[in-house]
């Protein structure tokens, strides 16, 4: 995708939400050392992570990032995306706004820009040609690359698309949705056409399903045994029958179910690299593996078919 320099060669996006939370700082560096040393160029954090944990106020995440690439000397040879507004507040992408938030999350990563900027959540309050001037006014001042917008619906993303192109100024060039076997009403097929069309990059988050997709919850007693269990007992009726699928795939791939869920995700169209997190660095390598796996048409349709979206 020619317009999208940041995104080049892009396979696969580190996901961010565990540093400083379920990984500390030395197991943070070391994987994100084992994502550098195989090649990844591309990490996803936010503002906001993680800010659930008690006695976190958020900015953790990018505190451990930036502290990483300054203590190795790579900030030139990373891409880093960030994100603000998580909550969805009024006023939360003006531009004053997002100039304040940004200058934050500059100063925890120890950098002067970012890759990717993203509008976490919708802010239905400010007028969408205030927001994208903001952005613009960003990449204006060298401080962003690209804005991304996270959690959109097509309704309105085409709005802010429609109002920066009005407005002859460079609006989201990126989406990232929730999107994944299990997953796929928001980036349905009309939305994936939409933003194929309009050479709209996808980076999917939550590719394997916060986790349910690796194939560690196969029994009730499961749930119970992960932090994120209890909210993905909502799997535990369509799920068995896609793992079951998967088992069969990745066997035949001499792969895991995970990768099978990454490749599954690399080959839909306007995927430019599913999101991925790791929190210990032979995690990293079993998601660094799928980007070299390749599904044939008949596992792709078998896959499709073992959950019926509606």
């Not at 320099?5 to 396979?11: E, I, M, R, T, V």
């Not at 400010?126 to 619906?153: H, M, W």
């Not at 002859?168 to 349905?188: F, I």
């Not at 080959?267 to 390749?294: C, H, K, N, R, Y």
């Amino acid at each position: 995708m020619s317009r999208h320099p940041s995104l080049a060669g892009l396979k696969l996006v580190l996901g961010g939400n565990v540093f400083g939370w379920t990984a500390d700082r030395d197991t943070s560096f070391e994987i994100l050392d084992a994502f550098y040393e195989a090649g990844g160029r591309m990490i996803d954090t936010a503002e906001c992570y993680s800010f659930w944990v008690p006695g976190h106020t958020g900015g953790e995440s990018e505190a451990v990032i930036g502290a990483w690439m300054a203590e190795r000397g790579v900030r030139k040879h990373m891409r880093i995306a960030t994100k603000t507004n998580v909550e969805a507040k009024p006023g939360g992408l003006r531009p004053d706004v997002l100039k304040a938030q940004l200058a934050q999350s500059l100063d925890r990563l120890q950098t002067d820009y970012v890759d990717l900027y993203y509008a976490h959540r919708d802010d239905p309050e400010t007028p969408q040609d205030e927001v994208v001037d903001g952005f613009a006014a960003l990449i204006a001042a060298g401080q962003v690359r690209e804005a991304g917008a996270s959690n959109f619906s097509e309704e309105r993303l085409r709005g802010a698309m429609a109002a920066a192109k009005a407005r002859g100024v460079p609006g989201y060039g990126v989406l990232q949705n929730q999107y994944n076997l299990l997953e796929r009403g928001e980036y349905d097929s009309g939305y994936q056409n939409f933003c194929v069309v309009n050479d709209v990059a996808m980076l999917p988050y939550y590719g394997l399903a916060a986790g349910y997709l690796t194939g560690k919850y196969r029994k009730d007693a499961d749930f119970d045994r992960y932090p994120r269990g209890a909210s993905l007992k909502k799997y535990a009726e369509r799920g068995p029958a896609l793992l079951a699928v998967m088992d069969r795939i990745a066997k035949e791939c001499e792969a895991t179910v995970a990768q099978v869920a990454l490749a599954w995700l690399l080959d839909q169209p306007g995927v430019a690299a599913p999101i991925a997190s790791a929190t210990t660095a032979d995690q990293l390598d079993e998601l660094v593996e799928a980007i070299d796996i390749e599904l044939m048409p008949d596992q792709l349709t078998q896959l499709n078919k073992a959950v019926p979206q509606g």
